[in-house]
């Protein structure tokens, strides 16, 4: 079945820090969707990508659409403490109406 | 606040039974999605709906259903209960059947 590998896992940085995560699949996707989940919560969406080579930016959040349209990147600049949780990527498989969800990067911010 | 209400958000119940989760979706939007989320695991896609009519499935076990309603919400029925389907369970929702999906907070079920 399709996965989307998502990586890292789970990450320590310090205050101030910027932070990179990315997913890549073996399937090619229609659209990238980047979410951040507070436990307990639901995933709340950051930022949402629809083209080949898309880059899009929310606050101090950027991310990319891949362009062979298998990945997607995205990058928080200047991490503060509330920061922390876990983010998750979701892909739009090409030619169905189905999300599949990365297993998560869970980011961790040392004041 | 996404716009999306579940309830109940927390079900304590025991192996065996059957239970019932609700979902409106945000006003105007037509596509409900249903997922699972185990403890500190990812969101498993069971299944969407979309005005009205099933669009995709998941990995959603036959002890599952679900439907969708003609004001649009959606409840997802679990039956014959196993310790295993202790979960997060959300609901998201989207205008279309492949634009970006609002989650809502979730129900916790927890079968004992």
């Known amino acids: 079945g399709q996965q989307l590998n998502q990586s890292p896992q789970s990450m320590f940085i310090q205050e101030g820090e910027d932070v990179s995560m990315n997913c890549t699949s073996s399937?090619?996707?229609?659209?990238w969707l980047w979410y951040k989940q507070d436990p307990g919560e639901g995933p709340v969406l950051l930022i949402a990508?629809?083209?080949?080579?898309e880059l899009t930016s929310n606050g101090r959040l950027t991310a990319q659409f891949g362009i062979t349209r298998k990945d997607s990147f995205l990058n928080i600049s200047a991490s503060i403490p509330s920061d922390v949780g876990i983010y998750f990527c979701?892909?739009?498989?090409?030619?169905?109406?189905?999300?599949?969800f990365g297993t998560g990067t869970r980011l961790k911010v040392l004041a | 606040d996404s716009g999306v209400t579940q309830t109940p958000k927390h079900l304590i119940t025991a192996t065996g039974q059957r239970v019932t989760l609700r979902c409106s979706p945000r006003?105007?939007?037509?596509?409900v999605y249903w997922y699972q989320q185990s403890l500190d695991q990812g969101l498993q896609f069971l299944i969407q709906?979309?005005?009205?009519?099933?669009?995709a499935k998941g990995n959603i076990l036959e002890r599952f259903s679900a439907q969708q309603f003609p004001d649009l919400h959606s409840e997802l029925n679990l039956s014959s209960l196993e310790l295993g389907d202790s979960a997060l369970y959300f609901c998201?929702?989207?205008?279309?059947?492949?634009?970006?999906?609002?989650f809502g907070p979730g129900t916790r079920l927890t079968v004992l």
């Open positions: 998201a929702s989207s205008a279309g059947t492949s634009s970006e999906q609002f």
């Open positions: 399937s090619i996707f229609n659209t």
């Open positions: 990508l629809y083209k080949a080579g």
């Open positions: 979701a892909g739009l498989i090409s030619g169905t109406y189905k999300y599949i």
């Open positions: 006003s105007g939007d037509l596509s």
């Open positions: 709906y979309y005005n009205g009519e099933e669009r």
